[in-house]
């Protein structure tokens, strides 16, 4: 069985505020938390832990490990979707000895972080994972200095934010279809689904900004034309030429460094957008008068984070119904009901 330690509570609790100034009833139940406080964040270590491709901590057994006794180390999907056999680590194995035990090569390391899980989607890597990396920057010079275990292979922007924005982190990087690491003490955190609003990770982000930047601060979230996506924004260009008469930028927010796209949200006024994972760059609105208007209505995560900066969000559903976030389907924005959400 694998040993763990509790170290220390390294981010305590925030409250926060429970009020959406602002909010256009999309029909759909909205259940966002209604805690009076974000949780704290807490540091543990596994001792003599195997991680293998993607973050995936090994037990004994060689499944997958999802918890530390009543400690969960990923958001509960992670867990859920494992189970129901719709991902497997390892090239679709759900026991890394159907694989023959051995054939992963170890890379053997004293001590190290593990931060990942298997969900690189943008959006869950900026609200799930990479507000971690600001715990780490910390705990530099505190006697944790470890390096954090990165497969190769990850989308770019990951390797991107840390050496933009957390240069001084060291990372290794190995083949995940080749090798494993065993780590003598593994550091991980505890996973709590609204961790990141704690408004410590807000002043983290504050460091950052710089008041007196350029930017517009209407601004419309455009996906790339060679994006792939089962929800077909069939009048993107049309919404984007209507919004320029009220002043709105367009920007596709991946062609933009991480500290660029940090500035640019935190002047925003307005931001209107898809449901998607770019729109979840409202996470660094710094303007408690922003308003965000999200096309379409997934699930409460754009309320969390209008609780979490106490700033405004509404919505407007394309072809006047809700679409799934599997669905595959073809929209159209309705310009004369986007008219009337106010920019004036």
């Given amino acids: 069985m694998l040993q763990w330690n509790f170290l220390e509570e390294i981010v305590g609790p925030s409250a926060r505020d429970q009020i959406i100034k602002k909010f256009t009833n999309t029909g759909a139940e909205d259940n966002f938390s209604k805690s009076a406080f974000h949780p704290p964040t807490s540091l543990y270590s596994i001792k003599n832990a195997t991680v293998i491709e993607k973050g995936w901590i090994l037990n004994d057994d060689g499944s997958a490990l999802f918890s530390l006794g009543n400690i969960q180390l990923y958001p509960g999907y992670v867990k859920k979707y494992y189970e129901e056999g719709l991902l497997y680590p390892i090239h679709g194995k ?56 990165i497969p190769h292979g990850l989308p770019p922007f990951v ?26 003490d593994l550091i991980v955190f505890d996973y709590h689904e609204i961790y990141w609003g704690n408004k410590y990770f807000r002043n983290k982000i504050n460091t950052i900004v710089c008041t007196n930047n350029n930017y517009q601060d209407r601004i419309f979230i455009a996906r ?44 925003a006024k307005f931001v209107v957008g898809e449901f998607n994972s770019a729109l979840h760059n409202a996470f660094f609105t710094q303007n408690e008068k922003c308003c965000v208007l999200s096309i379409n209505y997934i699930n409460s995560i754009q309320n969390e984070i209008a609780i979490s900066n106490n700033t405004s969000i509404g919505y407007l559903l394309p072809n006047d119904k809700i679409i799934k976030w599997n669905e595959k389907s073809n929209f159209r924005v309705d310009l004369n009901k986007l008219a009337s959400m106010g920019f004036d």
């Fill in 224 to 267: 790339p034309e060679n994006h792939y996506s089962t929800r077909n924004f069939e009048n993107q260009r049309e919404v984007e030429n209507f919004l320029r008469t009220f002043g709105f930028d367009t920007i596709e927010p991946s062609s933009y460094s991480i500290r660029e796209q940090i500035k640019i949200f935190s002047n």
């Fill in 94 to 149: 759900k026991n890394i000895f159907e694989l023959g035990g051995t054939t992963l090569k170890p890379i053997r390391l004293n001590n190290a972080y593990n931060i990942l899980h298997f969900n690189l989607v943008y959006g869950h890597w900026l609200l799930e994972i990479f507000p971690r990396l600001f715990i780490i920057q910390d705990l530099y010079g505190r006697g944790f200095d470890y390096p954090v275990i």
């Fill in 159 to 184: 390797l991107n934010h840390i050496y933009e924005l957390f240069p001084d982190i060291e990372i290794i990087l190995f083949d995940s279809d080749y090798e494993k690491i065993f780590v003598n």
